[in-house]
């Protein structure tokens, strides 16, 4: 077997036992060095799919950034030191069991290629081994096998030796989705609307966390002091909890 | 590759996006301690500056799809077709809008009594917005995950606001939570979805109107694989759940009761008439029976008009059992999805537009009677409404009435246009559901008319005074609108025929 389809299952592997871990390890700081294993586990993973930007994003955001916050929040919070009980649910595990289970026998298909529709072929030239990936047949509805496209039908634009993800027009190819040519090339070329509306949302983040950091008006308690208002239906009562705070 | 773009069709969404900066950096410079004088005034914003932008960017931008689209009749698409221009999209844009301004005006008048600072508050409702637009303009699984997210995040902020009160965090915080799980179950379905798409015709796109293609020719061909079923239920998983429906309905009873109060109002509506917009243009016509999702829909609509009228019967807090009714009228607009022919379009726009003003105006009347230190939302503080302001219990009356569907109020028409369609369509049983769960309803609808009219007010309660033009406006506006989409729906019912055509014409 090729050695990074190998690699590819270790990682999966590893990335299932570190969400098991996050399930069943009692200590909170054990469970998030269990998420660690498990983001890195799955940054490994795109990596061997071609998926190299993803990867990089993966290692530096989840595993360096999130669970960095997540250790952060636990310390914070002094959860550390106790192991938090860790009672067993029969009903969680009668539901979900079954429901996992309905899960891979559905979705394997898509990945098996062995599905009741379409199945994909791979086939690939020998010339083109050091192409992103080779090219694909596909069954189209009405049966006929057509290439979905691979990158040896372009021009070696520039002199490698190879047609690859480098070359100018072979880089809008779809197989070579991964690299930080193709992302950057869809971010902002199809995709630059979602992209920049995502701004506008970055935005909208920074505006909540202005509103939840506000305080409570001190002039509230003044108000309701005074004998400015007018009493109006229902009693008058104020809402004691955190009076003190502002 | 740089993709065709046609700004002057996103004309509404800018104005929001610059309305929502201009708010930002205007609160900045606004004097920080004027208004202390003034009991009811503003505390930093007491000339209204941040509501004026607010207003403004929201009326402009309904101006501009009102009468600044041309005379242009069919489809424009812009940014490769990931950006959509309609008669359908433009009608439920309008809808949103208008319930957007109402929560806006609302929005002055809470702010006023809890004294709170409003920059912030109206630049996340105009986010907000922005985000239901984008949502009614997508084509594409991508824009309808970001412009969901736009539309979500805020409102998950908005409806913390009270940080210090313990009611409204647990209500941001279940709203973040469960809204982001749901999310993210709706992603799984359109990665499926997308998967799918790409091995069966070899081409991997995330528009919505090759996936269907796929999904129609695939099931005809009778070789549609399960992960695909599979991610259609996925999918619509992501979108009941904003819808509230029965069982995605868990988190709404507890959100709608410590969500700022304006938040709940505009929340009930707008969310959900945007959301049942783009469940039509998904999931309409025959991709909803070629992935199987025709008897879940039809279960989880019978279900949400059941669980909704019948929890709705025990709530003492008015906000709670409106939550529970904004469950059961979801119930009525998937009704209204399932036939979604252009008659059944059609009623579930109607639907939403009666059901903004209907639900509105009972807001309004929360708003109107509350002050600063005291929220009205329990049926107690109701009594005897009636006789010390008979007006304003007849608004909360008449808006009862017409959530309940008496004639000649928009309720009714809304109603009646739903189960016409869902009749047509051969949706005999879910009608008779409909028609049962609706009389269920009259029991609680009754209720405040009751308390309002027929008990004596506590000793030492006089009439509400002071209140703000803001929440005067909002009050009379939604209650006109509600009698007068009543008394002559004829030109508002064939405006919605229009626009659902257009929806049909280009599935």
């Known amino acids: 077997m090729d050695p990074s389809v190998l690699a590819l299952y270790a990682c999966c592997l590893l990335a299932l036992a570190g969400g098991a871990g996050v399930i069943v390890l009692r200590n909170p700081v054990h469970a998030a060095i269990s998420l660690l294993f498990t983001m890195l ?77 379409p199945e994909p072929l791979i086939t690939g030239p020998e010339d083109c081994t050091n192409c992103e990936s080779a090219a694909v047949m596909v069954k189209k509805p009405d049966g006929s096998l057509v290439e979905a496209s691979g990158c040896e039908d372009y021009v070696d634009t520039d002199n490698d030796g190879f047609t690859d993800c480098n070359d100018p027009d072979c880089h809008d190819n ?36 202005i509103l939840l950091t506000g305080r409570r008006p001190k002039e509230l308690e003044d108000v309701i002091a005074g004998p400015a208002i007018a009493p109006a239906p229902g009693p008058q009562v104020v809402s004691g909890e955190g009076r003190g705070q502002a | 590759m740089i993709p065709s773009m046609d700004f002057g069709l996103m004309v509404p969404e800018l104005l929001l996006i610059a309305a929502g900066i201009v708010v930002l950096l205007a609160d900045a410079f606004l004097p920080r301690e004027a208004g202390k004088d003034d009991p009811r005034g503003d505390v930093n914003d007491p000339r209204g500056i941040n509501l004026g932008i ?26 490769e077709g990931l950006f959509i221009v309609d008669r359908f999209g433009d009608a439920f844009k309008m809808v949103a809008l208008l319930g957007t301004i109402l929560g806006v005006l609302l929005s002055d008048g809470w702010l006023r009594n809890q004294r709170l600072p409003t920059g912030a508050f109206y630049a996340l409702i105009l986010f907000a917005t922005t985000g239901m637009l984008y949502l009614l303009s997508a084509t594409d699984m991508v824009m309808v995950f970001v412009g969901l997210e736009l539309m979500s995040i805020p409102l998950y902020c908005l409806a913390a606001a009270l940080r210090w009160e313990d009611r409204s965090v647990e209500a941001g915080v279940k709203y973040l939570v469960l809204g982001s799980f749901a999310t993210a ?128 019967l025990t709530q003492d807090n008015v906000k709670r059992m409106l939550a529970y009714s904004s469950v059961a009228h979801g119930g009525y607009m998937l009704v209204g999805v399932l036939a979604a022919s252009s008659a059944g379009s059609a009623a579930v726009l109607f639907y939403a537009a009666a059901y903004t003003f209907g639900n509105m105006a009972a807001f309004a009347v929360l708003i109107y009677l509350s002050r600063v230190g005291y929220e009205v939302e329990t049926f107690d503080d109701l009594k005897g409404l009636g006789t010390k302001m008979p007006l304003v219990g007849a608004v909360m009356g008449i808006s009862m009435l017409s959530l309940m569907g008496i004639p000649p109020l928009a309720g009714f028409f809304g109603k009646f246009a739903i189960f016409r369609a869902a009749v047509t369509e051969g949706y005999v049983w879910l009608t008779v559901i409909g028609l049962l769960t609706s009389a269920i309803s009259v029991a609680y609808y009754l209720r405040p008319i009751v308390v309002m009219f027929m008990s004596d007010a506590p000793a030492g309660t006089a009439k509400a005074t002071g209140q703000a033009w803001t929440v005067r406006v909002a009050l009379v506006a939604a209650v006109l609108v509600t009698v007068g989409l009543g008394l002559m729906p004829g030109g508002t019912l064939d405006w919605a025929l229009e626009s659902a055509q257009a929806l049909v014409a280009g599935r």
């Open chain 2, 185 to 312: 179950v709706m992603l799984m379905g359109f990665a499926l979805l997308y998967g799918f798409v790409g091995i069966y015709t070899g081409e991997a796109t995330t528009r919505l109107d090759a996936v269907v293609t796929a999904v129609n020719a695939a099931s005809a061909a009778g070789e549609l694989p399960g992960f695909a079923l599979l991610g259609g239920v996925l999918a619509m998983i992501g979108l009941l759940f904003k819808m509230s429906a029965v069982p995605f309905h868990m988190w709404t009873p507890d959100v709608y009761e410590g969500s700022p109060t304006s938040i709940t109002a505009w929340m009930s509506v707008s969310v959900k008439a945007v959301t049942a917009a783009v469940l039509l243009r998904i999931f309409g016509g025959e991709v909803l029976d070629a992935l199987h999702l025709e008897g879940i829909l039809w279960v989880v609509a019978a279900l949400t008009m059941f669980l909704g009228n019948t929890m709705a």
């Open chain 1, 41 to 117: 586990a799955l940054g490994g993973a795109y990596a061997m799919m071609q998926a190299h930007l993803l990867a990089a994003l993966q290692v530096l955001i989840y595993a360096g950034a999130i669970v960095i916050l997540i250790v952060y929040v636990i310390m914070l919070l002094d959860q550390g030191r106790e192991e938090v009980p860790h009672p067993f649910y029969p009903l969680g595990v009668a539901i979900g069991v079954p429901l996992a289970v309905l899960l891979v026998v559905i979705s394997a298909p898509a990945f098996m290629g062995a599905s009741a529709g």
């Open chain 1, 174 to 209: 779809q197989l070579c989705y991964g690299t930080v040519r193709a992302v950057g090339g869809s971010l902002l070329g199809p995709f630059v609307l979602p992209f920049e509306v995502a701004s506008v949302l970055l935005l909208a983040g920074i505006a909540g966390s």
């Open chain 2, 54 to 79: 607010t207003l403004v960017g929201l009326l402009a931008a309904g101006a501009f799809i009102a009468f600044g689209r041309g005379d242009v009749t069919g489809a424009q698409e812009t940014f």
